[in-house]
């Protein structure tokens, strides 16, 4: 059973323009969430974190949101940059069966357009 | 600059040959993570490590074990590989505690496994 969804494969999105990237979860018991950032052949990369007492973090051009009632978080990147085209990839964390584990979504292709 | 090193970034194997993909981390974590990442399926946990000699198995084990004698080494074994375990494996680390970041696990750079 997938526990974090990413139900987009892929996002285009035109230079300048606001980047919406999202994630669900079915599991109550996660209290950490985080978004990562992966270029081809290279490892995935920290970009942005949230504890689930709080609906909101930013960092930079970085926004996440934390709905826990609708347990689905949002990444916001604005404004995007060509650099910003990579694989993003959302994961959530909790002590589960006695050892804190990450579980990832499938990921969302992001591609900005000059 | 601290780091997650996985010693090969390609490898082509044969069906049915013992394949071993070796992880070395400088950061002094306790915590060290086998992923493997697949279109569609994102990454997926194979084993994980909380100490040295310690084990435990994540979602998809099957066809895997993994050796952890050192703390700062953590090899993931392919005992007899197989074409469905083509695919792209990450190693991770992460320190102990709840301190803020110590969720944030640092990855490798990946192997990409070929099995034919």
């Known amino acids: 059973d997938q526990q974090v969804k990413q139900n987009s494969p892929s996002l285009s999105v035109q230079e300048g323009r606001i980047s919406i990237l999202n994630c669900d979860y079915t599991?109550?018991?996660?209290?950490?969430f985080l978004w990562y950032k992966k270029y081809p052949a290279e490892g995935p990369t920290f970009l942005i974190s949230?504890?689930?007492?709080?609906d909101k973090n930013e960092d930079g051009r970085f926004t996440v949101f934390l709905n826990k009632s609708a347990k689905h978080l949002s990444l916001h990147i604005v404004p995007s940059q060509p650099g910003d085209s990579a694989v993003y990839f959302c994961?959530?964390?909790?002590?589960?069966?006695?050892?804190?584990?990450?579980?990832f979504g499938q990921g969302t292709r992001l591609t900005i357009n000059p | 600059d601290v780091k997650v090193t996985q010693s090969s970034r390609y490898l082509v194997k044969r069906t049915g040959e013992k394949v071993f993909l070796e992880c070395v981390q400088d950061?002094?974590?306790?915590?060290m993570f086998w992923y493997r990442q697949d279109p569609g399926l994102g990454l997926r946990l194979i084993y994980f490590?909380?100490?040295?000699?310690?084990?435990e198995k994540g979602d998809i084990p099957e066809g895997y074990s993994v050796s952890r004698e050192k703390k700062e080494r953590f090899s993931l074994i392919l005992e007899s590989a197989s074409t469905n375990q083509t695919s792209m494996y990450l190693c991770?680390?992460?320190?102990?505690?709840?301190?803020?970041?110590?969720?944030?696990?640092?990855f490798g750079a990946g192997s990409r496994l070929t099995v034919l």
């Open positions: 599991n109550s018991m996660f209290d950490y």
């Open positions: 991770a680390s992460r320190r102990s505690g709840t301190a803020t970041g110590a969720n944030v696990l640092t």
């Open positions: 949230i504890s689930s007492i709080k």
């Open positions: 994961a959530a964390s909790a002590d589960l069966q006695g050892a804190q584990k990450l579980v």
């Open positions: 490590s909380y100490d040295v000699k310690m084990k």
């Open positions: 950061m002094d974590h306790e915590n």
